[in-house]
């Protein structure tokens, strides 16, 4: 009997998803990720906009197309919001937590209560080069247009000593760690933050070692330093901005100004030499003026950051801006369009001003291999190159927002 569990959303979320996977592996279950036919589909859903939590609605029946005999499973973040959505076609509809009793099979609606300490989850499948380590869970920031908090509850760390251990089982095949949480800032270990710490541990295994965001907050001198300290810390630093105006971050209930922010980065770049400074940006948000826009636009431009995500404001119900006024859907899409020219420049420029990297080969596709720098511009090779292998690279030219790159 085969197995598929889908995944929507974040890397927390994939992390999961590949922990069902093992369990459904170790009950003799043929097992897959992908969108093919199955006996059973476990759809792990996401909340964080609208658009998130149609897609996750839309999965089920994109599942049940490929075979309408199949049983769903639904968890999640969505299922944690409004499990009702999804009874009427799923067997068993649970929420965030307890994710790991899909695999009882049980039925009708089972959302958990949110435990107050982190929850212990089976090990992760891992059968890539890189590895995705889940060592946090929630959030206590509650900024005003987020929904997370209220379903993923209050931030709890996972005990060091696990996490050390999940990554001693690693193959040799994965040749990068990527350290994953909620809120994976506030890491903490005996009650104080412990992401330096943890840090420190894993750099002594031989693998490369990358976050997969951080809050500004955390970054102060002596964190950066200790980074920068590291042999095996890819410089690759995912700062969520989300507004570059100050008065707009004060709305979102973001503890930090514009300068503050940039303060951080002029920071990162002394210590690192071409790091990549990345961020996520909401544009749209209630109130927001066209001189405040203007303002984020602005200030993404003195940042310099490597690549944007940028998101289209999307009030969520119980959030305390979903109390505030909306702005017209056009005015959000025309100035996710700004920032998508912008980010285009961004991904140019940062390429341009690399040269040499070591690339970590993850496929080979049509002949041709790929991968992910130390500092994360994807490289594309004219040639196959092993899978797993870190090539020493220069780069040659742009591939789209890509690099062309040839081995050394």
Excluded: W
Aim: proline letters at 2%; aromatic letters at 8%.
């Amino acid at each position: 009997m085969k197995v598929s569990v889908l995944t929507l959303g974040c890397k927390v979320n994939k992390y999961e998803s590949d922990s069902l996977l093992n369990i459904f592996k170790q009950k003799g279950y043929e097992i897959t990720d992908g969108l093919e036919k199955a006996d059973i589909y476990v759809i792990n859903t996401c909340a964080v906009t609208n658009e998130a939590e149609r897609k996750s609605r839309q999965m089920i029946a994109r599942a049940k197309k490929l075979n309408p005999n199949a049983k769903i499973y639904v968890c999640g973040c969505a299922s944690q919001h409004d499990p009702k959505q999804f009874s009427e076609k799923a067997e068993l509809v649970k929420g965030v937590a307890g994710k790991n009793k899909i695999a009882l099979f049980g039925s009708g609606i089972e959302v958990d209560d949110i435990s107050e300490a982190y929850e212990k989850q089976a090990y992760s499948i891992q059968s890539r080069t890189r590895a995705y380590i889940k060592v946090q869970d929630g959030c206590n920031n509650f900024c005003s247009y987020c929904i997370i908090p209220y379903l993923r509850g209050r931030s709890r760390s996972r005990d060091i000593e696990d996490i050390v251990s999940e990554v001693e089982l690693l193959g040799d095949d994965v040749k990068e760690i990527v350290l994953t949480g909620i809120n994976l800032s506030d890491y903490k270990i005996n009650g104080k933050l412990g992401l330096s710490e943890l840090l420190e541990r894993l750099d002594k295994f031989n693998k490369r070692i990358r976050l997969s965001s951080m809050e500004e907050v955390i970054a102060d001198e002596e964190f950066i330093k200790k980074l920068a300290s590291l042999k095996n810390f890819c410089p690759h630093f995912h700062l969520s901005l989300q507004s570059g105006s100050n008065s707009v971050l004060k709305r979102m209930n973001r503890r930090y100004t514009a300068e503050q922010f940039f303060e951080t980065c002029t920071l990162i770049r002394k210590y690192f030499k071409n790091p990549s400074i990345s961020t996520d940006v909401i544009v749209g948000f209630p109130g927001e003026s066209d001189e405040e826009f203007e303002e984020t636009k602005n200030f993404i431009r003195k940042v310099e950051f490597s690549f944007l995500h940028i998101f289209a404001y999307s009030s969520r119900p119980g959030t305390v801006a979903a109390r505030m006024k909306d702005l017209p859907s056009s005015v959000k899409a025309a100035r996710s369009k700004e920032l998508q020219i912008l980010d285009r420049t961004l991904r140019k420029n940062f390429i341009s001003q690399n040269k040499f990297v070591k690339v970590l080969i993850e496929e080979n596709v049509d002949g041709k291999a790929q991968g992910f720098s130390e500092n994360y511009i994807m490289c594309h090779f004219d040639e196959p190159l092993k899978v797993g292998e870190i090539v020493d690279a220069q780069i040659v030219g742009m591939a789209g927002n890509e690099a062309l790159a040839e081995k050394i």
